[in-house]
Structures are given as structure tokens and as C-alpha cells.
DNA sequence: CTTGATTGTCTAGCGATGCTAGGATCGGAG
DNA sequence: CTCCGATCCTAGCATCGCTAGACAATCAAG
């Protein structure tokens, strides 16, 4: 019986249409733009077919998250794989950090920012966000000495970026800056 | 003819009224909980009352900000001022800082999540923000070799405490390793 | 003391929001 | 051909931030 199958994908490709009309509408009006009916409209279809693939906006949200880290995580990889040097590594993996949160905001918060109704730090949070912290810890592995926990590093490393990030952009932390900023950090925290 | 000024006091007395409510439901129960039906009501006038003292929502969240803002410079000093040695003091501060994000959340998202309207980090910035700052960096500015910019250096440790409060409160770090986090911070951000 | 205007406050309502109940419509199975 | 279940939409609820316009209280002038 095939057919079930046909309407099994094409659910399945209407959910992926949903996540990314939402992703689309929030990098380009921002997430309070991203209205179930603004939403609905976009994919041409009515309010209620949302919420029989997602609980609701919450929801919405998280599945944009976890598209997101999955991208970030590979984003990071991709820009300290290339470079020579645990230091340098890392200075490519603050650039690509900060470089993502500017390049995708609305992604960004989905992420760090709002509530997707997604577990962090914990046994069951989904396998997208351990793998987006894996991908940070890879590279600072390298630089920290034997006396510091690899894990407590990264999020030393990770939660002074995501200040750096958040700050910047709401207007707190002018722009300008920011090079020296990173270049600060990186020194003072990688010791080798 | 004191009767108008008495009218500007009991109207000034209501603007503290409503920004201390705000601030208190917000503390209780999340800004989201901060409607202006349910704010009117607790001030026992009717809603168009909170539009003749602020142009909006966003106006409130600011006066609850600039408030806050003076108390955090506050503790920050009051925590800095009775320790002995640079980096004792530094260590003072950052405890301190977390400490008021910890025991305030939603006048700390005020003041550094949400929009109120304010003007962060240039000249038309309100002075308690400024100040704030100036806090931060009378202890800071004492850690910092010759060769860093005061300011810059203050930007980011801010910036470092700022992601470890938000990511621990939003539940995206464990909040047990708060302290070791802390203690890496200061270790490797201030060098006396 | 009585006007008339100004100031202050409230009731009522607008256009949105997230979300849901209940009816219509369409397809495959007997 | 008929029924039944899945699928989708219209319509609506409560709530949101905000505002217009009516009403009442207060004050200066006659």
C-alpha cells in the first residue's frame, strides 16, 4: 500500500517546509514577525495544519534550534579543520562562533535565546545541541592544561563568546570592537 | 499655590508605584506576566493611567532596568570595596555580579536581555548605566597590564559574566560549576 | 455662587496574538 | 455505491498592547 507511504513523505516534506518558512520569516522580520497565521499563510495552508505536526510555536522553535546546531556545529568543524596550530584552531573557532551568531541571529537565539522546549545539558538532550558543544570542545581540548577539566573549559570558552555574541547585537557592546575582543580572549584563555 | 505641587508629588509617587510593581510581578512571576491589565490592576487604577506616565511597555522595563542598574553598581562597589588586594577584589566582583543575575532575573533580563527602550554604550546612554559600567571598571581597570585597554578589557570579562548568568539560568549550563567556572575566569582573565 | 474650561480618569473597543472545537470534504475499503 | 476515517478549514475563545471618547472632578474668572 504505497499510498500511505506518498502521504507519510509528503507530511514529512510539509513539516520541513514549516521549519524553514519559519527560519526564513525570523532571520528576515525577526521571531515576533513569525505568527502562527503570518506562518500559516506562507505555506499556504490554515493555522491549524501547525499544530498537527508541532505542539506549538515552542515547538516551532526548537525544530529551527536543532536544524541550527546541527549547521553551527558543522560551520565551527569546517573553519578549524583547515587550520594549522592548536592556537590558531581557535581563533578560527571564535571567528566561526561569532561569525554564525552575526550571519543568523533569529537561528541563533532558536538556539541560545529563546525557549524551544529543548533539554540542555542533560541525558536527554537532543543529539544536535551535544553535538554542537562536542564540536567546540574538539578544538579546546587542545589548549587546555592538565590541571583543567576539558568540559568546564569549553563552557568557560563557549558562555564568554555567547556574551561576546548576544551583548554585541542588542546594541550593549558597540561593534567595533569586537576583533580585539576576540583576540583578548583567546589569548588570556588558551594557554596552550 | 502648593496644590500643583502637591499633585506632582502624588503623581511622581504613582511612577514609583507602577515601577515597583512591574519589578515585583516580573520577580514573581516573568515579565511575560507583566501585562498592562494585570499591572493596572495591582496599582488599582485602570490601564490608560500607565500610558500618562510611559509611552508603553518598553518604557516600564526601562525604568525597571535604570533602577536596577544603579542597585548592581551598587552591590558591586559595596562587594569590591571591603576586600583587600586587586584580584581578591576581582574575584569579589564576579561573585557579586552572579549574584545579583541569580537574585534578580527578571531586573537583570531589564537591564540586559529585554528592549527598553534605552541607549547602551554611547554618549545619550543614561548615567545609571553608565555608571554600572564605571563600577565594573574601577575594580577591573586595576588587573590589567599596560599594554590592554582598560575598557576593552572591561567589556570582556563583562561580557564572560554575562554568558555564564545567562547560559546558567536558562538552563543551558549545569549551575553546579558555577564556581570552578568562575575561579577559571578570574584566573586566566586577570593577570594582575 | 455660578459658570466654563482644563485636567484627570474610566469604560469600551480595536486589531492583533496563540491555540482549539466542530463541521466539511475527500479518499480508500467493503 | 456506500460508508468511514483521515485531513483540512472556518470560526471562535481568551488574552495581549494600546487608544478614542465619554464622564467627572477641579480650578480660574465673572
Redesign the interface.
Known sequence: MPVQERKQRERAERERLIVATARELAEQQGWDAVTTRRLAERIEYSQPVLYSHFRGKREIIGAVALQGATEMAAAVRAATAAVDGPRARVYALARAYLDFAERNPAVYDAI??L?GGLA??QEETPEPLKDAFAALLECLGEVVEDD?APG??T??F???????A??TR?????PE?TE??VE??VD??A?V
Open positions: 541560545f535565546q525557549d540542555y545539558a583543567v568546564l573549559f563552557e568557560v563557549w558562555a564568554s563568546l555567547h556574551g561576546v548576544t551583548l542588542s546594541g550593549r557592546l558597540p570592537d580585539p575582543r583578548l580572549l588570556r584563555l594557554m
